[in-house]
């Protein structure tokens, strides 16, 4: 089972850029979320979705954008891209069902230069 | 906003010692997860506790949620290098599909 897929794995952009990180998952999950991870600051959540079409801003979501057109896939926008987003983004999902355990993929790691 | 503190933010320990990890907050949780992190992967669920004053063993960790659903722990009991790795707590709104998530507690087991 491939579980939860990032791609890219490593990204470097310039300032102003913009780009997408891919997110999809094969387990039929209906919430997918997305978090970022800074060092000593844990994960904190950009956006979040509870399934296709229907999208939610997390605690950090400026300069993000989300779309759920399909249950398996969600990815993350940068619009345009600013040092203040380097960092590790994790996609995670889980089921409606149940205490809300997230499986995550395996991290992008963005650098804005 | 709900929010998670986590202690101690960093512990170095000796192989075979003791340990306990706290995760606290001052609103109440549907649930609450602890996940282990290796660098250069994601968080992967160690254990999910639901019911106040609930106590759940994984071999050497024992987790506890607080009566009120507010707070817990993480016990190691004689630790190992292989312990070694980013803890994090998560307190879980089910209805929502989010989670909330403690800064993590960076664990150094030397041999």
């Known amino acids: 089972n491939a579980g939860v897929t990032q791609t890219p794995k490593f990204q470097v952009l310039k300032t102003g850029q913009s780009m997408t990180l891919q997110c999809a998952q094969d387990?039929?999950?209906?919430?997918m979320s997305w978090y970022r991870q800074d060092p000593g600051m844990g994960l904190r959540l950009i956006h979040y979705?509870?399934?296709?079409?229907?999208?939610d801003q997390g605690e950090v979501p400026n300069g993000y954008n989300v779309s759920r057109s399909t249950t398996e896939d969600f990815p993350l926008r940068l619009l345009s891209a600013a040092p203040s987003q380097t960092s590790v983004y994790f996609c995670?999902?889980?089921?409606?069902?149940?205490?809300?355990?997230?499986?995550f993929g395996a991290g992008s790691r963005l650098t804005v230069l | 906003t709900q929010l998670l503190e986590q202690s101690p933010q960093f512990l170095s320990i000796q192989e075979g010692e003791n340990l306990t990890v706290y995760c606290n907050s001052s609103?109440?949780?549907?649930?609450l997860q602890w996940y282990r992190q290796e660098p250069g992967e994601g968080p992967v669920l160690l254990v999910t506790?639901?019911?106040?004053?609930e106590v759940k063993k994984l071999k050497r960790l024992t987790f506890q949620f607080g009566d009120a659903r507010k707070d817990s722990s993480l016990h190691i009991t004689a630790a190992q290098p292989g312990d070694t790795g980013l803890y994090l707590c998560?307190?879980?709104?089910?209805?929502?599909?989010?989670?909330?998530f403690g800064d993590g507690t960076t664990l150094t087991v030397k041999p």
């Open positions: 995670a999902s889980s089921r409606v069902s149940g205490a809300n355990v997230l499986t």
């Open positions: 387990m039929n999950h209906e919430y």
């Open positions: 979705s509870v399934g296709a079409g229907i999208t």
């Open positions: 609103s109440v949780f549907s649930s």
């Open positions: 506790v639901v019911t106040g004053g």
């Open positions: 998560a307190g879980a709104d089910t209805n929502a599909g989010k989670s909330t």
